[in-house]
């Protein structure tokens, strides 16, 4: 039976970032009678397949170290780096993509979105395999509290987020923004809040579901940027209130002002992802990346 080290590359941030997808492969291959354990900037040499959250992070000296065997795992927007890294070839948008562009001549890749995945193709790298995202148990944790944050959002702040934000005050919301709080910090906030914002970063045009799968997990109300051109799964918009940028704010309200619609959007959110184990899904997954 094959052992696995799931590998977070990267700091503080990272680390709280990228925990709870982690935790999602970790536990799911426990389900599975595999081996596995999650560790921080930590690469197994033998006996061990890695899989890695963050390789952008990496630094290139290291891939000499990594075994022929290891998994990437891409969670960054392929065409925001293209755009962003042509713009300042001096940006870490511009390093980022190089990274995973010399790591997917040499490694296995698995990444979350098919708009990413055709453009690697395009790139030259048409066997990047698509990492579904499910439902794991061991992620609802959330507990129930009095909510008394209207709207929650956490991330970094750009000029399109502020905008947003500044237009959910007007409206007389109580907006919350966190950044760089995480697991049972942050989940506090999550319980007490009514609304959980997602809203790009880049204009990117791709549901971002691995920041929203824990959120469906443990049936939490979201809002999330979404237009016309985007790509998402058509079962995932049962599971969440979609709306153009230009929407947000007053879907934002909308769902506030509506506690029986919100109820029956976390009903919704957390029977639609468990139609999808995480299990299941990633045993289909290795047995097409053996």
Not at 160 to 189: A, P, W
Not at 235 to 257: F, G, H, T, W
Request: aromatic residues 10%; glycine residues 4%.
């Amino acid at each position: 039976m094959t052992n696995f080290n799931i590998c977070i590359i990267g700091g503080e941030t990272e680390k709280g970032a990228f925990l709870e997808l982690a935790e999602l492969i970790h536990f799911s291959l426990i389900e599975l009678d595999y081996v596995s354990k999650i560790s921080i900037n930590h690469i197994e040499v033998n006996d061990y397949v890695n899989i890695i959250i963050g390789a952008h992070q990496l630094d290139p000296k290291s891939y000499d170290i990594l075994p022929p065997s290891t998994i990437i795992l891409n969670t960054e927007q392929i065409a925001g780096l293209i755009t962003h890294g042509n713009m300042d070839a001096h940006s870490k948008y511009y390093y980022w993509l190089e990274r995973l562009i010399s790591l997917a001549k040499r490694f296995h890749i698995w990444d979350y979105s098919e708009k990413n995945i055709e453009i690697f193709s395009l790139l030259g790298f048409p066997q990047v395999k698509l990492f579904p995202i499910g439902f794991q148990p061991k992620l609802q944790r959330i507990k129930p509290v009095e909510q008394d944050i209207d709207v929650l959002f956490y991330g970094s702040i750009n000029a399109r987020r502020l905008h947003i934000f500044n237009e959910l005050k007007e409206l007389g919301l109580n907006v919350e923004h966190l950044f760089n709080v995480f697991g049972e910090d942050r989940d506090r906030h999550i319980a007490r809040a009514k609304v959980v914002l997602n809203l790009h970063y880049f204009d990117s045009k791709i549901f971002e579901i691995v920041r929203c799968f824990y959120l469906m997990t443990n049936g939490v109300a979201i809002v999330s940027e979404i237009d016309k051109d985007t790509q998402i799964a058509e079962r995932y918009l049962n599971a969440i209130v979609p709306a153009d940028y230009s929407e947000l704010a007053q879907k934002c309200k909308m769902l506030v002002d509506n506690p029986e619609l919100r109820a029956q959007l976390q009903l919704n959110a957390l029977e639609i992802i468990k139609e999808q184990p995480q299990a299941a899904l990633l045993r289909r997954l290795l047995s097409e990346t053996a």
